[in-house]
């Protein structure tokens, strides 16, 4: 039960407000003024009842401590993406970690992302760590932790644009020439059927079906299942592809596609090592062209070759085609001509009525 009481304390009166949280625990609150006790309780129950009341305790919880219990129930997760989390988090609490939760503002938050870019962080990153903390500070609402996050579109900083280095063919070929015999099936499947680094090392012999020409991702490095059933849509491969990779097997003979000098599972580390190798032989490869960069490749051959989005799109595994559309959107083909054509054929066929009608 809500009340208000009158008290006559050292020898001045005081309104005290009680009442009992979302959780049935008794709480006091004193004012000097009825008149603030009232709105005070006005204020509560309206809280109550919409769900965003917050206890006083709660509110006093910093960020690095709410960061802290975040991560203890995000320990289920596999082991890669909870120490992502956590290197995420560490970020977060150097920055925010000593504010109440419930006084992060959403200029604090600006002020924030501000400092990372000065730090000379990436857009992407930092990107990524707004994220992480809009995650976070999300399911502090949902705790009843605060009532409301400071994050939102407002302070998001801006992904940034990706403009992958596209390789050309010959620079291609002639990187997987200059792998290790053992290895070069690396880049054919990166290259050619869009697997990342650490699915490359994991694929198995039996996830490739030779007689039909479609590779089935199912694992990365070590044997760990992909993420999400995306992740897993198979690829088709050509048949002097299958032909390759076969000619592999049959003279590796291992249940990985992939092996290091004697026989064992390839680690991503090993083949980064030899790729580098590689790299440094190619002529006008960067510096800093990377394995995962073969993927870009296999994205502009698709969009070379005419396919669409949605194509692309299943063929890199992606969630969505705006995530295809945000790394690739400039390679399809935009030229001025194409624009006039198309509105110039509207006019021609509105033209072609009127000539009928002149003839008759």
């Known amino acids: 039960m809500a009340s208000i009481e009158k008290r006559l304390r050292n020898g001045k009166v005081r309104w005290y ?3 009992r949280d979302a959780d049935d625990q008794q709480r006091t609150r004193t004012f000097d003024r009825k008149v603030d006790a009232e709105r005070f309780m006005t204020t509560i129950a309206a809280d109550v009842l919409r769900g965003t009341y917050v206890a006083p305790d709660n509110a006093k919880i910093t960020v690095a401590q709410w960061c ?26 150097s920055g925010l970690g000593a504010l109440p939760i419930g006084a992060v503002k959403p200029s604090h938050v600006r002020s924030w992302t ?76 990166a290259a050619f059927a869009g697997l990342r680094l650490a699915e490359v090392c994991g694929l198995r012999t039996s996830d490739v079906d030779f007689m039909r020409g479609v590779v089935h991702p199912a694992v990365q490095y070590p044997a760990a299942p992909l993420k999400t059933e995306v992740s897993r849509t198979p690829i088709p491969i050509s048949e002097s592809m ?7 097997v049959a003279a590796w003979r291992a249940e990985t596609m992939l092996t290091n000098e004697w026989g064992g ?96």
């Open 17 to 19: 407000a009680r009442y």
């Open 114 to 189: 501000a400092g990372l870019r000065d730090e000379g962080l990436s857009d992407s990153y930092i990107y990524a760590l707004h994220s992480r903390l809009a995650q976070v500070m999300t399911d502090a609402v949902q705790d009843g932790i605060v009532a409301r996050s400071p994050c939102s579109r407002r302070t998001s900083p801006g992904a940034g644009k990706q403009r992958p280095y596209v390789a050309m063919t010959e620079q291609i070929w002639a990187l997987h020439d200059a792998m290790p015999e053992h290895l070069r099936p690396a880049v054919s499947l």
């Open 242 to 248: 299958v032909l390759s990779l076969s000619g592999h």
């Open 265 to 360: 599972q390839l680690t991503p580390w090993t083949l980064q090592r030899h790729f580098r190798t590689a790299r440094a032989t190619v002529e006008g490869l960067p510096e800093g062209f990377r394995f995962h960069d073969l993927r870009h490749f296999f994205a502009s051959l698709l969009i070379a070759s005419g396919d669409d989005v949605k194509i692309v799109q299943a063929r890199l595994r992606h969630a969505s085609a705006k995530t295809t559309l945000d790394c690739y959107a400039h390679l399809w083909p935009d030229t001025d001509q194409s624009t006039r054509d198309a509105v110039e054929a509207l006019f021609a066929a509105r033209r072609a009525p009127k000539r009928a009608s002149d003839r008759g």
């Open 68 to 93: 802290d219990t975040w991560a203890e129930g995000y320990r289920t997760r596999r082991k890669s993406t909870v120490r992502q989390a956590q290197v995420h988090l560490d970020r977060i609490k």
